[in-house]
């Protein structure tokens, strides 16, 4: 590997993080614009397995997304629709989100990830009674719900602080932030992708104060469209600032962007070698994030078992009923069986453990035959 190393000009970029040094600006930069995948793929499956061994996580989860009225007009966004009433706008009555939980009381699912529109007429007990709703039901799912988007939506709307809301919504049983909503963090693309929505510097203080009251959170990025290498490396940095701070992201979660239906439209998607680069990067500039996740609605099955190889070592969970991506174009299955996520992981060659929210180990799989999973196996 050192010959492939040296002609891919990595093998400063490797020695550096064989000794633990991390790596800047102009340094991720050269990672974008290195030719040679395998190489870059390499270096991050190091550090994968210097983490995580063979080790893939992924949880029993289920997704609602109990209202698309929304009063943000992201350019990317598929699933939004700006006032109720408008042709395909939705809003589930309480009972109707309760009820999808209900239908899967007796299924061992663990989580329950709720993302919304931004809906300028819900009273704020609509999001308090509806994870007092979830916890009757099921009072050991973890709620993992509400982007730092919608978190600062509430405050703004309902006049209360950021740290009030949060604290409101942990009394009703919210348990952890999903990573939703960091789109790009530089000013340049939130300004022409997402001008309406909070800023980078609120979204990160959100995250910031759920940690500081005890609550885990997930950071995402949403890449292939108008952003450069530059602010996708500035994106990460700014988390990975954070993260020294605080400790409380668990994964970093790179979106792929999808182009169908909404204003982005003519821009292709990105490709699956991009998919694979980005989430290599991820893995070798984050280097205080535990797990790098692979979302399978948005890479494709096929992409996320490949990622395995290039630095990923989540990949999600079963994902029912899932609607913000299919709305932009995925041709992915709507749900995945927790048998056949454990069958994808095994065929990549990887050890499935299934997971709860906190990436406490509910179920590993025997290692198979060779040393798949066997922590000594991890490279030095
Ligand atoms: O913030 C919206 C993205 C996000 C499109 O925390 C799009 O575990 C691509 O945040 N093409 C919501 N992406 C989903 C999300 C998420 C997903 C999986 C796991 C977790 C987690 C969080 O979806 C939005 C936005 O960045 N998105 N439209 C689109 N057309």
Known sequence: MHHRLAAANLLDLSDRLDAGERLGLDAGVRLFACP??????????????????????????????ATNVCVASCLFCSFARLRPGDAGSYTMSLEQAWDKLRQRRDEPLTEVHVVNGLHPDLPFTYYTDLLRGFKQIRP?????????????????????????????????????????????????VRRKICHDKCDADRYLAIHR????????????????????????????????????????????IPLAFHPDNNQMRKLPAPTAADTLRVHAVARLMLDNIPHVKAFWIATGVEVAQTSLWFGVDDLDGTVQEERIYHMAGAVTPEALTTTAIRRLIR?????????????????????????HGDPARVVQ
């Open 36 to 65: 040679d995948l395998l190489a870059l793929g390499w270096l991050a499956n190091r550090e994968r397995e210097r983490r995580h061994g063979h080790r893939t996580y992924f949880n029993h989860n289920i997704r609602i997304e």
């Open 140 to 188: 050991d799912v973890h709620l993992k719900c509400f982007t730092a988007v919608e978190i600062a939506f509430f405050a703004d709307l309902y006049g209360m602080s950021d740290e009030h809301v949060l604290a409101e919504l942990m009394t009703a049983g919210l348990d952890s932030l999903p990573g939703g909503g960091a789109e790009i963090f530089a000013e340049r």
């Open 209 to 252: 104060t759920a940690h500081r009251l005890g609550m885990r959170s997930n950071v995402t990025m949403l890449y292939g469209h108008i952003e450069t290498p530059e602010e996708r490396i500035d994106h990460m940095l700014r988390a990975r600032a954070l993260q020294d701070e605080t400790g409380g992201f668990q994964a970093f």
């Open 347 to 371: 065929a990549a060659g990887r050890t499935p453990v299934e997971r709860d929210t906190l990436y406490r180990v509910l179920h590993e799989d025997a290692s198979p035959g060779d040393a």
